[in-house]
């Protein structure tokens, strides 16, 4: 079992940006390394994966402003955020796509 957990979360204005980390306890280089993120009375929804293959997907919302990376060599995964919008507010979740999950890290985007 794979221990993850976010860092880089904050509290930022509209148009800011941050870069939020995940770091694995395990070799990550087999995994789909994948965002989620909850709103405030909302559902966990999905945000970005980036595949053990090399492929990327974003959700409609975040196309465009969020860019996924990972590292295998350090067994990370990043989400840089750019030009972020009061809805982005939320609590971002890490997943090794296999069902393990970080405790999470608050984004909270207000003028």
């Known amino acids: 079992q794979v221990r993850l957990v976010e860092s880089g979360g904050g509290l930022v204005q509209p148009g800011g940006s941050l870069r939020l980390s995940c770091a694995a306890s395990g070799d990550i280089s087999m995994y789909t390394m994948g965002w989620h993120r909850r709103a405030p009375e909302k559902q966990r929804e999905f945000v970005a994966y980036?595949?053990?293959?090399?492929?990327?997907k974003y959700a409609e919302p975040v196309k465009g402003r969020f860019t996924i990376s990972r590292d295998n060599a350090k067994n990370t995964a990043y989400l840089q955020m750019n030009s972020l919008k009061p809805e982005d507010t939320a609590v971002y979740y890490c997943?090794?796509?296999?069902?393990?999950w970080g405790q999470g890290t608050q984004v909270t985007v207000s003028a």
């Open positions: 997943t090794d796509g296999m069902g393990d």
């Open positions: 980036f595949s053990n293959v090399g492929t990327i």
